[in-house]
């Protein structure tokens, strides 16, 4: 599988920040497109019905993921800083 970046020569320690706010709401236009276009690629043959369920899915476990780490350092904060 090829990996696409804006940055094909970063490394871990080069790229620019990309804040939990932000790393959601990629998910987030990401699910909406998926969302769009999946229906018509599925009716075209292009991509199964289990195969687009399956892809969904993952990207929201993404964002759940995402979301309960934003969740837990919010909650760790509140405690350091009451």
Do not use: C, F, N, W
């Amino acid at each position: 599988m090829h990996s696409i970046s804006l940055y094909p020569d970063a490394t871990p320690r080069t790229l620019p920040p990309i804040t939990l706010d932000e790393q959601i709401t990629g998910v987030q236009r990401e699910l909406a497109v998926r969302a769009a276009v999946y229906p018509r690629q599925v009716a075209r043959g292009h991509l199964t019905q289990p195969k687009a369920d399956y892809q969904l899915a993952v990207m929201e476990a993404v964002l759940v993921t995402l979301q309960r780490l934003q969740d837990a350092q919010r909650a760790s904060s509140r405690e350091v800083y009451p």
